[in-house]
């Protein structure tokens, strides 16, 4: 691996952190108010809350919303073990190979899956 795809890895697996505040800027603006208002009201720059606006909107937008009833067999195992690895990989367990057995408890339900997430 060369310098430059090290460090585009580097970046790509980095988590930043969430404002301490970013949770009150998306309630105050799911409210209707104005990013000068909430500035205002929580004292963080309007250029943060700017950002704090768009990343949040970018995470809805990006969440898929799923029927798995309305998927074929195949994609509904699919879409389960992608479920339980995400939910492993946040827990910070690690995920059981195939044909072990799992390091988390859990359903092989989609459905209920998604619920627990």
Same mark, same amino acid.
């Given at each position: 691996?060369?310098? =430059?795809?090290?460090? !585009? ?13 970013? !949770? =009150? ?12 208002? *909430? ?18 909107? *970018?995470? !809805? ?15 509904? =195992? ?35 899956? =998604?619920?627990?997430?």
């Amino acid at each position: 691996m060369d310098h =430059q795809t090290e460090r !585009r890895s580097k970046l790509t697996t980095k988590t930043r952190k969430e404002h301490p505040k970013a !949770r =009150q800027v998306i309630a105050l603006s799911d409210k209707g108010f104005k990013r000068s208002q *909430i500035a205002a009201e929580t004292g963080v720059p309007a250029r943060q809350v700017r950002h704090i606006i768009e990343e949040e909107n *970018i995470k !809805r937008t990006a969440q898929a919303k799923i029927d798995p009833d309305k998927l074929s067999l195949t994609a509904q =195992q699919k879409l389960g073990a992608s479920i339980k690895q995400a939910a492993c990989t946040r827990a910070g367990i690690r995920a059981a190979h195939p044909g072990g057995s799992a390091s988390s408890p859990g359903s092989d339900n989609p459905a209920a899956l =998604q619920e627990n997430l």
